[in-house]
Nanobody
Framework: QVQLVESGGGSVQAGNSLRLSCATS????????MGWFRQTPGREREFVAA????????AYADSVKGRFTISRPTAENTVYLELNNLKPEDTGVYYC????????????????????WGQGTQVTVSS
């Protein structure tokens, strides 16, 4: 069983930064790719970023490339998402996810029953 708990969301002005954390529990963490999706009211959940089980491969949505960075330090059961140069369109609930899926496939693979999800953390960016 994998449990995911997000933190680090908040309200900031455009141009500022946030750091999201996703703490995990469970013995399977090291086997899963980890990543983030976001969702705003009335829209489908959108892929943001993902990183492979060993941290060797990362994938990003085009809308966040060059601004967001995903990482998973070896000694920690935590995955991080650094959000820099935030824009109002980055506003949403950010969900951490653990999937047995290559990061490059996350954007095109619909949620599956074997995927794990956190409860989400709100990010609000004002102009």
């Amino acid at each position: 069983q994998v449990q995911l708990v997000e933190s680090g969301g908040g309200s900031v002005q455009a141009g500022n930064s946030l750091r999201l954390s996703c703490a995990t529990s469970g013995t399977l963490f090291s086997s899963y790719a980890m990543g983030w999706f976001r969702q705003t009211p009335g829209r489908e959940r959108e892929f943001v970023a993902a990183i492979s089980w060993n941290g060797g491969t990362a994938a990003y949505a085009d809308s966040v490339k060059g601004r967001f960075t995903i990482s998973r330090p070896t000694a920690e059961n935590t995955v991080y998402l650094e959000l820099n140069n935030l824009k109002p369109e980055d506003t949403g609930v950010y969900y951490c996810s653990a999937r047995l899926l290559r990061p490059t496939d996350w954007a095109t693979t619909a949620p599956r029953t074997l995927d794990h999800w956190g409860q989400g953390t709100q990010v609000t960016v004002s102009s």
